[in-house]
């Protein structure tokens, strides 16, 4: 308990009253979580006023308590969402929900705070949103189940748009929580939808799955579905993601050769990897997560990567190092430096995984996490520009060179604002909302740019490695803590100037500084180098 908490029924009946502190106990900038009714609050001090909303962050209910208060906005320490403290409302992703936000107030030198009962064991909150009028004659199509499909469709009801909304996918599921697919491969399919069937019927939003676009004509605005059915919009957003790069080496059609795309996928590699020989080609996020995950599942687990360790381009080679030990302490053996030359079967299923080297694997199951490639194809003869790499070309406002038609997710390139706009390709669950958001209030004449500063993390074994920023292209990792201790904090450099950070075990560190960069704030390598890092705490 907290000091000086009590807790009691105010004189209306409707509403819990806690005594949770006194005046003085918080200065500017500080939180703590205190306890009003079994509920437990987050209880926030800014600008002399006090402020009071739920602990819990509505993504995977990490206790925000342990975040980066920044202003009046408090980031998540575990994967970077943003909640307003004074309203509760999310600012930034991942998650979908905003905060509960109670009433505060101060009497006599002593804080309190009250719940209403029927909110009390809420811990978060739906944004208010308009639905469907039959009668208003405009069409928006989501092309594309993801985050940022399902977020737009979110933020068009959020801001009165009471239009047609139509998302098709070719997933048989509604939109879900696509990165525990790695992290979780056997999770129940209903645990995993970020919506329920009845909140797509409240606010009339139209989910058609195992559906697929063909085409897009922007002349006659319609899209062709491989059905044959023809459908009208009056704005489209384009957000299909990416699909996992298939194997192309001899033996990549046997049976047994498995990719990383949907929920079934999941399911039915771990299915098969029960007790067999699996071999993970790709040391990559998503090979990496999967080989953890089958470690103590798969009778074998053996990862085959190209470079010297897994991530060493995008986290750096000590960290990588460290990863592939964490594994290694698990029995996942590695091949590194190595390729796969062909993959050899027997009645047309996976036997053996024969290297460049020359080093021949058993496997009965290979699953290949090699990359992704943007799903732009049904966008040929359609006149919307996609670059070298088949992404998606955007501006700031999430609008392709196309009237009418947005893009969003990780089928785009867009302008990173914190890389003086660089145009770039970015997977991140957190990006594809926060473009979804973006695209949905300029389709409503809403001018909004894309700002989000990236935010990543990975699981390993339990353990979460955090990461915000930009890292391409960086000279020189300074590191806080020690990287074989696993408890680090990495500074990414480039021309004298942080540009991304990675952590294991040194919360909230990461948080604090994707809230600084998102504030415009400019560091300094030397700020890096300095035993001193209070800068971070401000």
């Not at 059915?229 to 192309?248: E, F, M, N, V, W």
């Not at 070309?393 to 999430?398: G, R, Y």
Request: glycine share 8%; with cysteine; net charge neutral.
């Amino acid at each position: 308990m907290n000091r000086c908490q009590e807790s009691g029924q105010s004189e209306e009946q409707e509403e819990v009253t806690g005594l949770v502190c006194q005046e003085d106990d918080l200065k500017d900038g500080q939180m703590k979580e205190v306890t009003v009714g079994d509920q437990k609050v987050l209880l926030v001090r800014t600008h002399g006023q006090y402020s009071a909303v739920g602990s819990q962050c509505s993504h995977y209910n990490a206790p925000l308590v342990k975040g980066a208060l920044v202003g009046d906005r408090v980031r998540c320490p575990f994967h970077g969402a943003c909640f307003n403290v004074r309203t509760g409302d999310i600012e930034e992703y991942p998650g979908l929900d905003s905060l509960p936000s109670y009433k505060v107030k101060v009497e006599d030198g002593k804080v309190y705070v009250s719940i209403n009962k029927k909110i009390l064991k809420q811990t978060k909150r739906v944004k208010e949103m308009c639905s469907l009028v039959p009668d208003i004659k405009h069409t928006i199509v989501l092309i594309g189940g993801g985050p940022a499909s399902l977020v737009c469709a979110e933020t068009l009801r959020q801001n009165c748009y009471q239009g047609r909304i139509i998302m098709i996918t070719k997933d048989t599921l509604p939109p879900f929580d696509k990165p525990k697919l790695s992290k979780a491969m056997n999770v129940d399919s209903s645990s995993i939808l970020l919506r329920s069937s009845d909140f797509y019927q409240q606010y009339g939003i139209e989910v058609w799955t195992q559906k697929e676009v063909v085409s897009v004509n922007s002349a006659v605005k319609t899209v062709k579905l491989s059905d044959g059915i023809l459908q009208h919009y009056d704005k489209l957003l384009i957000s299909t993601g990416c699909r996992a790069r298939p194997l192309s080496c001899p033996g990549s059609d046997l049976q047994g050769v498995k990719l990383l795309e949907s929920y079934e996928d999941a399911k039915e590699i771990h299915n098969s990897c029960l007790g067999q020989k699996a071999v993970v080609i790709g040391a990559s996020f998503i090979g990496m997560e999967v080989a953890s995950f089958l470690s103590d599942k798969a009778a074998s687990v053996t990862m085959v990567g190209s470079g010297r360790y897994p991530y060493e381009r995008s986290l750096g080679p000590e960290i990588g190092k460290m990863t592939m030990q964490m594994l290694e302490e698990r029995n996942v053996k590695f091949h590194m430096n190595d390729r796969v030359a062909e993959i050899k079967g027997e009645n047309g299923k996976v036997k053996e995984v024969v290297l460049n080297s020359g080093t021949v694997l058993e496997a009965d199951v290979v699953i290949a996490g090699i990359g992704v490639i943007p799903n732009s194809d049904f966008l040929a003869g359609s006149e919307v520009e996609v670059d070298s790499k088949k992404a998606v070309i955007v501006d700031k406002f999430m609008r392709t060179n196309i009237t009418d038609i947005f893009s969003a997710g990780d089928v785009t390139s867009f302008p990173l604002a914190i890389r003086g706009d660089q145009r770039v390709n970015i997977g991140h669950w957190q990006m594809s909302q926060a473009q979804g958001r973006v695209a949905a209030l300029n389709m409503l004449q809403k001018p909004t740019k894309i700002e989000s500063v990236p935010f990543f993390w990975t699981v390993l074994l339990g353990k979460s490695i955090r990461y915000t920023g930009y890292s391409e292209g960086y000279t020189e990792i300074i590191f806080k803590g020690k990287v074989e201790e696993r408890k680090f904090l990495a500074f990414y450099i480039k021309d004298e100037v942080v540009v991304a950070a990675a952590s294991l075990m040194f919360d909230p560190a990461v948080a604090r500084l994707a809230e600084l960069m998102a504030n415009g704030q400019v560091l300094k390598r030397a700020q890096a180098q300095a035993d001193d890092l209070s800068w971070l705490q401000m």
